[in-house]
């Protein structure tokens, strides 16, 4: 079994990074060539470092003054957030798929979190999103 199929038995809904991942792979322009070139040249890694504080509401990120690369979130938030986020340019913000929590009701998108931000329950795809 190879490590992609592994990613994809573990997310446990329709919203797969993965798969959207090779999706965009796949897109190509009117000349045949690649509409995005992801390879390692021009791959940009950002890395940024949550911490936890409890005095701030959950699913809620505040920057740090000190470093741009520290990210304050309650502890239920950083559990929430899924580790594999991508982004390429600002034509991709529409790929939001909703969720609704099965526990609290909060609705949020399952692009950026594998579970409730605000009570770790379990995101149910929306039939609508």
Known sequence: M????????ALNHKFDPVSLE?????????????????SDKTHNDVKIQLMPDHTLRPATFVPSKISPHIIYAHPTTIYAVRKD???????????????KCQSCGETQDLQFYHCCP????????????
């Open 85 to 99: 986020l991508f982004y390429l340019d600002e034509e991709f913000l529409d790929l939001q798929s909703l969720g």
């Open 118 to 129: 605000f009570c770790a329950g379990k995101l149910a795809p929306n039939d609508d999103s």
């Open 2 to 9: 190879d490590k992609n199929w592994q990613k994809r038995k």
């Open 22 to 38: 090779e999706k965009i792979r796949s897109y190509t322009n009117s000349c045949g060539q690649p509409l995005y070139d992801l």
